[in-house]
């Protein structure tokens, strides 16, 4: 990865660190008294030496009384204890400071993750973005909890050191001051590429992520086709990768750590080799000698710090930037917001001219499609696969935006209509339905989160799921799993019919909703599915022509257009591609039937 050539992605960098502040502001109280406790502690460290220079000049230059090195000691031990009272408050309030950021910056990020568009999703693996959650999360959770506190800490403690090594004596400060820029070019050099090779690092850990997330949720589609070895190896070479990339940056801080405590330690021989020269040529005493070299070792010992939260620091870059690109990625409301709300909704439903195409392809999926449903009416959408029937009732929720032409809902075009309301108007049903890992209940209530019980079981009776439901020892209160996985597929499905009906929906999509069942479900689902659709605009996508029979309209679609339209009968009669796909589908039925 390229290094930085300007100044400009350092400063955008720490711009970002300037955000993570902003979320200090609802914890501003415990800053306060975190700030409070760094002050104080960090003060009262640096009273420790000028008082061992005292007691050591006492007791070398026998000036003092054994009461005075008494009352010394114990004034020590009263600053020792005094600071420990106010590093146990620095602790504790930075440490419920910095676990409330994180926690604001997760809620935050995942709330934004919700208002993603689909398309986001479509592009981006559920691995990686989880990732952000968790892996880059956590890198910034332990700068925002300890780092900033410890670095504001050793700059009182450096500036405190330096302005008192100057009072006791100014040459050989300034000779101990000569070492200090090499320590911080070293730091900010290497501090530079370890934000890069950081930022990598974290990209490769929710590339391993991704694969892991992937593998893991289609473990049975893995087990039945034995292909654990490949996606074993999958998952480790993105491991390997990022291990790689972590031994650069362990190499990067083996160079910088290193380097800067031997400037420090080399500046305390120093100390020692020319303060002791002073002290022979009464130039200094070996009081202020010790008290010197105690502010020199916290001089060295805060610059090592720095280096150490330096890396730290730049690391915490790394990982905030993939986050706040996250947060800055447009949501739905930004890409397509409105705010029309309707007092009633009819359910009349238009595409006029509707063109579509994805972002990563150059062909338009749908090619001019003009169609009109009315209320009430059940439009069923024929055609081979990739002819674009689930792309068209995909436009519907605005999940995806037309490339060019309307979609108007009684008369009123989807792009300005308030995307909750819009949403709310709709129900779907999917041929692999999407349940959650909670209770039968809490599936229900997906659409409407204050449904009584008693409407959970109006719903379910006509979706012909009651009883399946009662049967079960917890009823509706049975877990099942992540994914439904503990229910049949005709049993989820009806869950998802009256999870539909609770909501009750003006537009209906059903999608494939009946092709993978066996035929005593279908029956079972199809007759649920009546009810559901009784006085509901409805969008049907089947391939078994067999249930689609019945719809007002049967609108055939081939690459993306509009081949026919009419009745099944109508359509039977005039020939073509349904008639085509028709007597395909039921030719082997036929010549068993004769």
């Keep these: 990865m390229d290094e930085p050539t300007s100044e400009a992605p350092p400063a955008r960098d720490f711009s970002q660190l300037r955000r993570l502040v902003a979320f200090v502001r609802p914890y501003r109280r415990y800053a306060t008294l975190g700030g409070i406790g760094v002050l104080a502690a960090s003060g009262l ?110 700059i009182i403690t450096l500036v405190g050191a330096v302005i008192l090594i100057f009072r006791i004596s100014g040459s050989l400060a300034l000779s101990v001051m000569t070492f200090l820029p090499v320590a911080v070019l070293v730091a900010r050099v290497i501090g530079v590429r370890l934000r890069n090779t950081s930022t990598q690092f974290q990209d490769q850990i929710a590339q391993a992520n991704g694969s892991a997330e992937e593998a893991l949720t289609a473990i049975r589609v893995v087990k039945w086709f034995t292909n654990t070895g490949p996606q074993e190896s999958r998952y480790t070479d993105a491991v390997a990768t990022s291990y790689s990339v972590a031994k650069s940056r362990a190499r990067l801080r083996a160079a910088m750590i290193p380097f800067v405590t031997f400037v420090g330690f080399g500046t305390l021989a120093f100390v020692l080799w020319r303060g002791g020269r002073m002290v022979l040529d009464g130039q200094m005493d070996a009081g202020q000698l010790t008290a010197f070299l105690f502010y020199t070792l916290a001089i060295a010992g805060a610059i090592g710090t720095f280096t150490g939260l330096w890396g730290q620091l730049q690391e915490a870059l790394g990982a905030s930037k993939r986050i706040f690109e996250l947060l800055d990625t447009p949501g739905e409301t930004s890409d397509t917001g409105g ?138 209160d049975t877990i099942i799993g992540e994914r439904g996985v503990k229910l049949s597929g005709g049993q989820r499905q009806r869950v998802a019919i009256a999870r539909a009906l609770l909501n009750d929906p003006r537009i209906l999509i059903l999608d494939e909703a009946t092709s993978s069942l066996d035929s005593e479900s279908e029956v079972v689902v199809q007759e649920a599915l009546e009810v559901l659709m009784k006085g509901r605009t409805t969008f049907v996508i089947a391939h078994r022509l067999s249930t689609i029979r019945n719809a007002d309209k049967l609108v055939v679609l081939h690459h993306g257009r509009i081949q026919q339209v009419g009745t099944h009968a109508e359509l039977i009669e005039q020939g073509g591609l349904y008639a085509d796909l028709y007597r395909l589908q039921f030719a082997t039925q036929t010549l068993g039937e004769v």
């Design 45 to 154: 460290g640096l009273v420790f030496p000028a008082i061992m220079g005292d007691l050591v000049g006492n007791a070398l230059d026998k000036t003092g009384t054994a009461s005075d090195i008494d009352k010394t000691a114990l004034f020590l031990l009263g600053i020792f204890l005094a600071r420990s009272l106010f590093m146990a408050l620095r602790i504790f309030s930075l440490a419920a400071l910095g676990e409330g950021v994180v926690a604001d910056v997760r809620i935050a990020t995942y709330r934004h993750l919700l208002k993603m568009p689909i398309r986001f999703f479509d592009e981006n693996k559920t691995g990686e973005i989880t990732s952000r959650l968790t892996s880059d999360i956590a890198v910034v959770q332990g700068t925002v909890s300890t780092a900033l506190a410890t670095a504001a800490a050793q």
């Design 339 to 476: 705010t029309y709300v309707p007092e009633s909704v009819e359910g009349f439903v238009k595409f006029n001219d509707v063109h579509f195409s994805y972002s990563d392809r150059d062909i338009d999926v749908l090619k001019g499609v003009t169609l009109e449903a009315e209320p009430g009416e059940v439009v069923a959408l024929v055609g081979p696969s990739g002819s674009g029937k689930s792309t068209l009732v995909s436009l519907l929720p605005r999940f995806y935006s037309p490339t060019s032409g309307t979609i108007t809902i009684d008369g009123t075009d989807i792009a300005t209509w308030d995307l909750e309301t819009l949403r709310s108007i709709m129900a779907s049903v999917p041929q692999e339905t999407q349940l959650f890992s909670g209770t039968i209940a809490d599936n229900l209530r997906v659409g409407k989160s204050d449904a009584t019980d008693d409407e959970l079981q109006s719903a379910c009776i006509a979706a012909h799921a009651d009883e399946f439901i009662r049967s079960f020892p917890a009823g509706y």
